[in-house]
């Protein structure tokens, strides 16, 4: 299986925010200095979801 096969998963904000909380408890006491691959993928997944959720709430917050 190729690594550059990218997918797209649709979660509600709730759900991504658990998502999210889940992966960060699981890698907190990784190495920041030198996290193996795993972690880095991880950590590029709990940088995407804080983006997208980060994005929702301002355009929730704008539309009310």
Do not use: W
């Not at 979660?11 to 030198?34: C, G, M, P, W």
């Amino acid at each position: 299986m190729s690594c550059d096969t990218n997918i797209t998963v649709t979660l509600n904000i709730h759900t991504a925010a658990a998502v999210r909380e889940a992966l960060f408890l699981y890698t907190k006491q990784d190495s920041y200095e030198f996290p193996g691959k795993r972690t880095i993928a991880i950590r590029e997944a709990i940088l995407a979801l804080d983006e997208q959720i980060e994005e929702k709430l301002k355009n929730e917050t704008t539309n009310s």
